[in-house]
């Protein structure tokens, strides 16, 4: 069977979601949904649940259900917003610092081991990767300095 590229793709990011699931799951007790919503909000500034919702591409009760779980598991520290409103701020513990950057070393460390049993350059394939990301982050081909 034939496959194409946009299909491939498709298979190949499911089947690594899969896969880094199964070994935060087993490595670190936490699933890779939750893993991400902990990498937004440590990394890449995710400060509400409403930012959260938007940076995983789900709805802000959905984002709020999460915050809940996290918070409880003593991961996620959730405040009210200081400016008012129902707005909640979000920030993360120094337990769920901790998970974040050991679960992002085990996801790295088997990516590159991966990578390295395909034959797959580790620097080609990130220099394609951030790539491409830029490109989509500014598809009229301006890229940021």
Do not use: C, W
Not at 40 to 58: E, F, I, N, P
Not at 61 to 87: F, I, K
């Amino acid at each position: 069977m034939e496959r194409n590229l946009a299909h491939s793709l498709h298979v190949l990011v499911a089947r690594l979601d899969r896969a880094a699931d199964q070994i935060l799951r087993a490595e670190h007790n936490v699933s890779y949904s939750r893993f991400l919503a902990l990498t937004l909000v440590g990394k890449l500034g995710a400060s509400t649940q409403r930012a959260l919702a938007d940076g995983l591409g789900v709805t802000e009760p959905s984002a709020s259900r999460t915050t809940g779980v996290l918070a409880a598991a003593g991961l996620l520290d959730v405040q009210p917003d200081p400016a008012g409103g129902h707005r909640r701020r979000l920030s993360l513990t120094a337990e769920g610092e901790n998970l974040v950057a050991a679960g992002q070393r085990t996801l790295d460390g088997r990516l590159a081991a991966l990578l390295a049993h395909s034959g797959v350059p580790y620097a080609e394939y990130a220099a394609h990767t951030e790539r491409l990301l830029a490109t989509l982050d500014h598809p009229e081909g301006k890229t940021a300095p």
